[in-house]
């Protein structure tokens, strides 16, 4: 697979509209398939804090502050940094997050993209639905301060 950035100006929308055909919808179905998946990694997660905050006497109780943040976080980050820049609800709607200029996000962009994410959508959720209808790329308020972009994976890979 190959890392390198495509030419010039071929994310561009203008250019290649067909990366950004019925990304709205997509994008939300992935959401929602990562929220069932993220879902049953906290129940998982939830018994296994149980146990532990029984065996330490209950001292472990206290990651139930941090449980959901924390699943939901390295869900995407191990998803993202696993070479593929996607969620496997990214995956099964076929988008995949990229750099505004065609690379793989890094581990940095792949820790902050979900922590911006839910920030905005806890604070400003009419916002960032409202700034995907204002922009070409169909991104949201945290893709425009990372320089990301959420473009279909099969046209990607034409491009590449």
Do not use: Q
């Not at 146990?51 to 502050?65: A, R």
């Amino acid at each position: 697979m190959s890392t390198a950035a495509p030419a010039e100006n071929a994310l561009d929308p203008a250019v290649n509209p067909e990366l950004y055909e019925t990304m709205r919808i997509r994008r939300s179905i992935a959401f929602l398939i990562d929220v069932v998946a993220i879902t049953v990694l906290m129940v998982i997660a939830s018994v296994i804090v149980f146990v532990l905050g029984v065996v330490t006497l209950g001292l472990g109780w206290l990651l139930y502050f941090i449980l959901w943040p924390a699943v939901a976080i390295l869900y995407y980050v191990i998803a993202f940094a696993s070479g593929l820049p996607r969620t496997p609800g990214m995956a099964f709607t076929g988008i995949e997050l990229r750099m505004w200029y065609g690379d793989r996000p890094d581990l940095l962009i792949s820790l902050a993209h979900p922590i911006l994410f839910y920030l905005s959508v806890t604070f400003l959720t009419p916002f960032i639905v409202l700034v995907s209808l204002l922009t070409a790329r169909k991104r949201l308020a945290h893709d425009i301060v990372l320089n990301t972009v959420v473009v279909d994976s099969a046209a990607m890979r034409r491009i590449l």
